[in-house]
C-alpha cells in the first residue's frame, strides 16, 4: 500500500494497488513517511475501506486523538481475553470515537447521563460489566484522568455488542432496556425480587439474550413444529409462568412487533418457573415497584390489561 497522508500518528490514509484508499491505523504506522511511499504492513493492525457504505468517515478519524486510538488497543487486548470476544473493525473504530470524545468530554467538565441505571447493568450483562470496570479504571491511569462512573455503562454496551456477531449498538441498548423491561413483568406477576447473584438467574438472562439476539439479527426464525399438547401442558401445570409469558409476549409485540412461536413460549415458560421458583415473597417489593415507577407503568402499559 502507498501512503497518501497522515491523520495523526497512528492513522493515515494509504492507497491499494487498484486504486482503492483505505484508513489504516497501527503504531506509527505512518511515521517518516511522504507521499507514494510504501507502508509496512507488518504496523497495520486495523485497515477501513473509506468507501464502503456503513465504513467511518475520513473526517471522522481526523478527529481522533493518537492516544485515544493508542488505548483503544490497550483495552481491547485487555477484554477480548477477559470476555473470549472478537472486535471487528468497525466496532474498533465505534470504541475508538467513544473513548476520544469521552477524554474530551472530561477534560471539558462535561458528563452526559446514559439514562440507565447502573445496578440493572451490572445485573444483566455482568461479565461485560466488570470487564468495562477493568477498561475504564486501564483509561483512566494511562491518561490520568477521571471517568464518570457511568462511562462504565457505556464499555459495557460496547463489549456486549462485540460479542453479538455484527449487532449495532443502537441493537445492545434495544436488547438491554426490553431484557429489563421482561423482568419488571416477572416481578411484578409473582410479587416478588428476584434473586439477581442466583445460577436461574444468570440462565434466565442468558435465554433472554440468546432470543433478543435471535430476534434482532433475524436469524433462524421460523414457523414452528411444536406439538400443541405441549403448549397446553404448560398452561395447566405453570398457569402463572404461562400468563406472564402471554403478557412478555404482548410488550414484545407492542415494543417491537416481534411475534414469539409456541417454542419460545414453552421454553420461557420454563425459564419463568424455575428463575421464581421457591424465592420467597420480598416484602420490601412494593417499596421498589415505587421507586420505579415510572420504568414499570412504561413497560406494563397496554400488557396488563
Not at 440462565?203 to 433478543?212: C, I, Q, S
Not at 407492542?254 to 417454542?263: H, I, Y
Request: hydrophobic content about 40%.
Amino acid at each position: 500500500m502507498k501512503f497518501i497522508k497522515n491523520f495523526n500518528n497512528n492513522a493515515a490514509l494509504v492507497e491499494d494497488d487498484q486504486g482503492t484508499e483505505w484508513i489504516v491505523i497501527g503504531n506509527g504506522v505512518g511515521f517518516g513517511k511522504k507521499q507514494g511511499m510504501l507502508v509496512d504492513d507488518c504496523k497495520i493492525e486495523r485497515r477501513f475501506i473509506t468507501a464502503e457504505k456503513n465504513g467511518p468517515d475520513i473526517e471522522n478519524f481526523k478527529e481522533i486523538e493518537s492516544r485515544s486510538l493508542e488505548l483503544t488497543t490497550e483495552v481491547i487486548e485487555l477484554v477480548e481475553p477477559l470476555l473470549k470476544i472478537k472486535f471487528n473493525d468497525y466496532q474498533y473504530f465505534v470504541l475508538a470515537d467513544h473513548i476520544d470524545f469521552s477524554l474530551k468530554r472530561v477534560h471539558d467538565g462535561i458528563e452526559i447521563s446514559d439514562g440507565t441505571v447502573i445496578w440493572e447493568i451490572s445485573k444483566l450483562f455482568s461479565e461485560e460489566y466488570q470487564a468495562a470496570k477493568k477498561a475504564i479504571n486501564l483509561i483512566n491511569q494511562a491518561a490520568q484522568v477521571q471517568l464518570p462512573r457511568n462511562e462504565i455503562v457505556f464499555m459495557t454496551y460496547h463489549f456486549v455488542n462485540a460479542s453479538m456477531d455484527g449487532s449495532r449498538l443502537q441493537d445492545t441498548i434495544k436488547i438491554t432496556k426490553l431484557i429489563s423491561g421482561i423482568i419488571d413483568i416477572v416481578q411484578y406477576q409473582f410479587h416478588l425480587s428476584l434473586d439477581t447473584e442466583s445460577f436461574n438467574y444468570s440462565r434466565f438472562v442468558t435465554h433472554l439474550r440468546a432470543l433478543m439476539v435471535q430476534r434482532v439479527s433475524k436469524t433462524n426464525i421460523t414457523a414452528s413444529e411444536l406439538d400443541p399438547a405441549l403448549l397446553k401442558l404448560m398452561q395447566l401445570k405453570y398457569p402463572l409462568a404461562y400468563e406472564t409469558t402471554e403478557r412478555i409476549s404482548n410488550y414484545l409485540h407492542k415494543e417491537t412487533s416481534w411475534e414469539l412461536q409456541p417454542d419460545d413460549k414453552v421454553y420461557l415458560t420454563l425459564h419463568i418457573w424455575r428463575v421464581t421458583h421457591r424465592q420467597k415473597k420480598n416484602k420490601n417489593f412494593f417499596g421498589v415497584l415505587l421507586v420505579k415507577q415510572a420504568l414499570i407503568q412504561k413497560t406494563l402499559q397496554g400488557t396488563l390489561s
